[in-house]
């Protein structure tokens, strides 16, 4: 049985073991999701012939949550599990590509529902869900130079009016374009509520991208970075680091010719007397193609 000493010495270990803090931030994520989940959101002073909070309020969503989390999750996961597998042959690949995946929609989530639940902002069908009354009888007109207050609702399903207060920034914008469309049509969120979402999607599935692999605009975009356990990095007779080779042939993604003829730098030939071939040094020429 091996020790902890024995496990903190393993190179798969501390390959995956390095990015501990990327999944308990995972973890953390979701917990103050939920939390906030349950936190009544701010409540904003409302007129009742404000047009834009007039819409009919619609039980059902087009797009339901189930199908959010399969478009935004589970479909993503079986395309990275496909091409990381089949295709790449490399466990690593899966791995950056799923914990990636993850920090980007726990990312955004969380700071959508920060907001949500700051700002406080009415849906589009706000005033169906709030059902105002004064004395027995139904508001239609303000009182001069003042507001009314979430005081003056009558909805008994409390869930169904705390989420008439969390349309801004649009969460099921930040997943997908057909389901921003959805979320407007259903008169959940506005035109500005949907925008926001999208972008808020953009900025942070950009940040994770860039956490686990490079530049698409580099030859070896296609190549996950290297665990943040540094030492596992092979190093020629200098120490210097061929970042086009060494590192696709550490991270295990090898070529599969039954799908797809991918360029991989080759490995480093070394002679009887150690001696690399390629440069004269013990280093092969990293341009150098299969």
């Known amino acids: ?74 479909v993503p996961v079986v395309l990275i599990l496909l091409i990381g597998l089949g295709i790449r042959r490399s466990p690593y690949d899966v791995h950056n590509g799923v914990l990636g995946l993850l920090v980007s929609v726990l990312l955004t989530t969380m700071i959508t529902q920060v907001i949500k639940v700051t700002v406080g902002k009415h849906r589009p069908d706000f005033l169906a869900r709030c059902i105002p009354m004064l004395n027995g009888v139904q508001l239609t007109h303000d009182e001069p130079l003042s507001l009314w207050t979430v005081d003056v609702c009558t909805q008994t399903d409390k869930s169904v009016l705390q989420e008439g207060m969390r349309s801004f920034p649009s969460g099921h914008a930040s997943s997908a374009l057909l389901i921003a469309i959805s979320r407007i049509r259903d008169y959940r969120h506005s035109g500005v509520d ?97």
């Open 194 to 290: 949907v925008t926001w979402g999208s972008i808020t999607g953009i900025i942070f599935a950009v940040f994770a991208y860039f956490q686990y692999y490079p530049s698409l605009a580099k030859a070896t975009s296609h190549v996950p970075h290297p665990p943040r356990d540094f030492s596992q990095l092979v190093k020629d007779t200098e120490g210097h680091v061929h970042e086009a080779g060494h590192i696709e042939q550490f991270t295990g993604i090898e070529r599969n010719e039954e799908f797809v003829d991918e360029s991989r730098v080759s490995p480093l030939p070394v002679t009887a007397n150690g001696v690399g071939i390629g440069d004269g040094k013990g280093r092969e020429d990293p341009l150098q193609r299969v």
């Open 1 to 74: 049985m091996k020790t902890v000493g024995d496990r903190l010495r393993d190179p798969t270990w501390r390959r995956y073991g390095s990015y501990a803090f990327d999944w308990i931030l995972c973890i953390v994520l979701i917990a103050v999701f939920l939390y906030l989940d349950s936190v009544n959101p701010f409540h904003r002073e409302f007129s009742v012939q404000n047009p834009a909070i007039m819409y009919s309020y619609r039980p059902t969503d087009s797009v339901p949550a189930w199908a959010l989390i399969v478009i935004s999750v589970a």
